[in-house]
């Protein structure tokens, strides 16, 4: 039996941690067997490839050179962490997946978008969520508060104002797939609706019982 990949996407500071923790916590509750992760990082290899993308000391990078480094973080990711725990048939949890490559890379670096998805497509042999979660939030509320920023943090106003957009944008175009919440309504409000979606999906796989 093959697990289930949900995903939480979203800017940063909108708080997808605590709800990929809150999420995992009432998974267990049920039985479940549930495996976080991330991405960049949730690799010895990827961690490697976050300190690049993310120490503000890397300076600048080549939006394309950029885009590559988050797809080879993605192919080894899947190959390691993720395929392993849904042929398991765990319920993996990640915090940020391609709609973050393409909104970031894509629509923040103002690469083209359909090369970009080329790339991810590649890298991640086409595996999708079985459900995204979108975590939405206007960018000066939620990066702008951050206090030490990383790399991408600071890449600016309108970096983060497209990228959001594009987040927005992918969730319209396939909103079976996507739940799209307000990040700051309370989280425990937050984490009930997307408890409800992933109750949904693991009744329709037979995994919890109706």
């Known amino acids: 039996m093959s697990g289930l990949f949900v995903v939480f996407e979203g800017g940063d500071g909108v708080g997808k941690s605590t709800q990929t923790r809150l999420l995992a916590d009432w998974a267990r509750a049920q039985g479940l067997a549930a495996r976080v992760t991330f991405e960049p990082g949730d690799t010895a290899a990827g961690q490697l490839i976050r300190r ?33 725990a849904l042929a398991r048939g765990e319920l993996v949890i990640c915090d940020r997946y391609v709609d973050s490559m393409l909104a970031y890379q894509g629509a923040g670096r103002v690469l083209d978008l359909t090369e970009v998805a080329g790339i991810a497509g590649w890298a991640t042999d086409g595996l999708v969520p079985d459900l995204t979660v979108l975590l939405d939030l206007e960018p000066e509320r939620a990066v702008g508060t951050i206090a030490e920023p990383d790399r991408l943090e600071q890449a600016g106003a309108d970096f983060h104002q497209r990228a959001r957009q594009f987040f927005l944008e992918l969730a319209a175009a396939d909103p079976s797939r996507y739940l799209v919440l307000p990040a ?27």
Request: charged fraction near 30%.
């Open 52 to 84: 690049i993308v993310l120490d503000p000391a890397t300076g600048e990078l080549d939006p394309r050179a950029e885009a590559l480094l988050y797809a080879a973080d993605k192919a080894h990711h899947l190959f390691q962490v993720v395929r392993p």
């Open 184 to 210: 700051r309504e309370p989280r425990g409000w937050i984490a009930q609706q997307v408890r409800g979606r992933v109750r949904e999906l693991s009744q329709q796989a037979g995994r919890i019982d109706p």
